[in-house]
């Protein structure tokens, strides 16, 4: 069944380089919905957290503290909060589509499977240039193993944040410790 085709909000900010990773990521987000027959409203909203996800990432540093004065993240982290209150503030009223959207740097020990496939295809789309192939082969692998694909990218991302000397926040660690 065709599902309708979300795009970016009209408020989003968004350069050519982020723009095409909004694409391939929902591009993904799409390819696994459908390997999944996934129904019609579940795979609308993972497709809707694919376009909106980034969407304000290339807005100014201080645009997107002022509209996530919550967070005392590193300023690479504050565009999942930042687009998850401007969503909330323009009358969404879609509590996993907005739980996936605000996480999806960070992880969330709560998510159902939109905040799941949204940290999956973010990290697994191919224009991402290291490891494209054991990538790929996950990627390929989710529409039948969403729950271990999932835990292999929540493994993956904590070993990187550990070998480049990021500190593990707390969300992240939870997230990890449940899936252990
Ligand atoms: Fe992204």
Same mark, same amino acid.
């Given at each position: 069944?065709?599902?309708? &085709? ?9 350069g @050519?380089k982020?723009? &095409? ?8 987000? *799409?390819?696994? /919905?459908?390997?999944?027959? %996934?129904? @019609? ?5 993972w497709?809707?957290? /694919?376009w909106l ?9 201080? *645009? ?8 005392d ?6 565009? /999942?909060p ?12 879609? @509590? ?9 740097s960070?992880g969330?020990? /709560? ?5 799941? &496939? ?7 789309e ?16 989710f ?15 904590? *070993?990187?944040? *550990? ?5 593990? %926040?707390?969300?992240?660690?939870? %997230? ?5």
């Open positions: 069944m065709l599902v309708a &085709a979300p795009a970016l909000p009209i408020w989003a900010q968004v @050519p982020r723009l &095409a990773h909004i694409q391939r990521v929902a591009a993904l987000l *799409e390819s696994w /919905g459908a390997a999944m027959s %996934l129904p @019609p409203a579940e795979h609308e909203r497709l809707r957290a /694919g996800h980034d969407s304000i990432k290339d807005a100014p540093t201080g *645009e997107l503290r002022s509209l996530a004065p919550e967070c993240w590193d300023e690479e982290l504050l565009h /999942g930042a687009v998850a209150n401007k969503l909330l503030a323009e009358g969404e009223r879609d @509590p996993e589509l907005v739980m996936a959207v605000r996480w999806h960070v969330c020990v /709560g998510w159902r499977s939109t905040g799941k &496939a949204l940290y999956c295809a973010d990290y697994l191919p224009g991402r240039s290291f490891d494209r192939e054991g990538r790929a082969a996950l990627a390929e692998r529409p039948k193993e969403p729950d271990a694909v999932f835990r292999e990218v929540v493994m993956r991302r904590v *070993e990187w944040t *550990e070998r480049s000397g990021w500190p593990l %926040l707390e969300p992240t660690r939870e %997230l990890w410790n449940s899936l252990r």
